[in-house]
């Protein structure tokens, strides 16, 4: 079984920071590209940010120059900065496990609200 695990979730006021984590526990062989994703009710969810193995990012355009994506070995990490109400979702990790015995899988993290108030 492979788990990730998300931290660092909360209520921050609008211009303040966070930092969401989330590590990947479990019997694996590798983990390849990570990234962050976000929902709102009665949306779909949107990619944040992602990074490859080889830390080659990609980002929304709603939040470039303002979060920041980055890992180290099994947690992947998000640096959110200046904050927007607008930002408000659940935030879920993600990330394609290589299981040992070849085959990889998506998998995502449970889930951490962040809530921006104005």
């Known amino acids: 079984q492979v788990h990730l695990v998300e931290s660092g979730g909360g209520l921050v006021q609008a211009g303040g920071s966070l930092r969401l984590s989330c590590a990947a526990s479990?019997?694996?062989?590798?983990?390849?590209?990570m990234g962050w994703y976000r929902q709102t009710p009665g949306k779909q969810r949107e990619l944040v940010a992602t990074?490859?193995?080889?830390?080659n990012t990609n980002y929304a355009d709603s939040v470039k120059g303002r979060f920041t994506i980055s890992r180290d070995k099994n947690t992947v990490y998000l640096q959110m900065n200046s904050l927007k109400p607008e930002d408000t979702a659940v935030y879920y990790c993600?990330?394609?496990?290589?299981?040992?015995?070849?085959?990889?899988?998506?998998?995502w993290g449970q889930g951490t609200q962040v809530t921006v108030s104005s």
């Open positions: 990074i490859t193995s080889g830390d």
């Open positions: 993600n990330a394609y496990i290589q299981r040992v015995g070849g085959q990889q899988y998506r998998y």
């Open positions: 479990g019997s694996y062989f590798s983990i390849n590209a």
